[in-house]
């Protein structure tokens, strides 16, 4: 009797506001650990079958999404834009309800990576998740190679214009002769990273340049809605020099 008083009290759940729960874990925003804790519903499997029995293409619509929206945030992965800038609406819907943590930025990193470990998508080239704080950390590294490859200002001076404590200039300007042949400027990633990301680079020069967006998205085969992001992350950054 309790299991088919669960039954029905699942179906109505699912079904009522026009089937809102329904469309709510189709569309990723709820999952199943939410319906049993809502429902009151201890049964894993009679959540399964009353999903199956309303909607027997449920699981089928729900997964379709899902990988579309692991690609979305993949694609933003292997251009190296920082996960804040990520449309906010996708990332719930891939996360559920753990994508509503924008105050734990790194419990959100973790859901995200899970979720890429799930789908292991061909087109993930594996790069880290950048948070915007770590971008501006690449970004102000390579303003101190770049400084200190012009030879015209001397360490404090190009500390003070960054933001960073002194000896820590003396530590990139180390670091960076000691890879003179390698290449390697920043020191915690992939080359294949840092070389998306020194194009990036390139790309917000040009846009100061006065290349048009478009122009850009043409030349560099990036999508115009990725170079904005792009733009928007590199502006925050440099908002906070001291020229």
């Known amino acids: ?71 979305e945030v993949v694609e933003y992965i292997n251009r190296v834009i920082p996960f804040e ?11 559920g309800r753990k994508g509503n943590v924008a ?13 890429r470990n799930m789908y292991k998508l061909e087109e993930d080239k594996g790069f880290d998740l950048v948070s915007q704080s770590r971008f501006q950390t690449w970004y102000k ?5 770049r400084d200190a490859q012009k030879g015209e200002d001397k360490p404090y001076q190009i500390a003070k214009r960054y933001g960073i404590i002194p000896r820590k200039i003396y530590d990139k ?14 020191s915690t990633v992939s080359m294949e990273q840092q070389a998306v990301f020194l ?5 917000f020069d040009l846009y100061k340049d006065g290349v048009t967006v478009e122009e850009i998205s043409k030349q560099y ?17 440099e908002s906070k020099f001291n020229k």
């Open 199 to 203: 194009e990036n680079v390139d790309m």
């Open 221 to 237: 085969n990036v999508a115009e809605n990725l170079v904005n992001e792009l733009i928007v992350s590199f502006e925050e950054v």
């Open 1 to 71: 009797m309790t299991e088919t008083n669960d039954s029905k009290k699942l179906e109505s759940y699912l079904t009522e506001n026009n089937k809102k729960k329904l469309k709510e874990y189709i569309n990723g925003f709820i999952n199943v650990g939410d319906i049993k804790k809502e429902a009151e519903i201890k049964n894993t499997s009679l959540v399964y079958y009353a999903l199956d029995k309303i909607s027997p293409n449920a699981q089928e619509e729900r997964e379709k999404i899902q990988h579309q929206l692991c690609m």
């Open 85 to 95: 800038r990520m449309n906010q609406k996708n990332i719930k819907q891939l996360l």
């Open 103 to 115: 105050l734990k930025p790194e419990m959100m990193k973790a859901a995200i990576t899970r979720k």
């Open 173 to 186: 300007l180390k670091f960076f002769e000691e890879h003179k042949d390698d290449g390697r400027i920043i």
């Open 141 to 145: 590294t390579l303003c101190v190679y």
